[in-house]
């Protein structure tokens, strides 16, 4: 796997129209980047995207600022009775989340293919 120095993401066109589809690559740490994908998330979560799907896969690290930033977009959503989904969690970010109690609200799976079905 490549290892991104920073976070970048993609906004994929998903077939339904409540739900955002996220693709991120890199570290998800408190970085710039990383408030922007919050900011920009919440945004579309206020115009009816509430089902926000983050594809994890190419994630190379998560930190406590950016379980952080994962903890924020879960309460947005809830907050428009949304929900948050992250597929393809790498080990270690998964403990870092299960470490923050993160997998206690937030459905992660497999694939992105199981996250339509979440």
Do not use: W
Not at 76 to 90: F, K, M, P
Request: charged share 25%.
């Amino acid at each position: 796997m490549t290892h991104h120095p920073v976070l970048s993401y993609t906004v994929e066109h998903h077939p339904e129209p409540t739900t955002q589809l996220v693709v991120l690559k890199g570290k998800l740490v408190g970085s710039p980047e990383a408030y922007r994908l919050l900011e920009e998330t919440r945004d579309r979560i206020q115009e009816g995207q509430t089902r926000v799907c983050l594809v994890m896969d190419g994630v190379s690290m998560i930190n406590s600022s950016g379980a952080g930033v994962i903890a924020a977009m879960y309460m947005s959503a809830r907050r428009q009775d949304g929900r948050l989904i992250l597929a393809g969690v790498e080990e270690r970010s998964r403990k870092v989340l299960e470490f923050m109690h993160l997998n206690d609200f937030v459905q992660i799976v497999d694939t992105i293919g199981d996250a339509a079905d979440a």
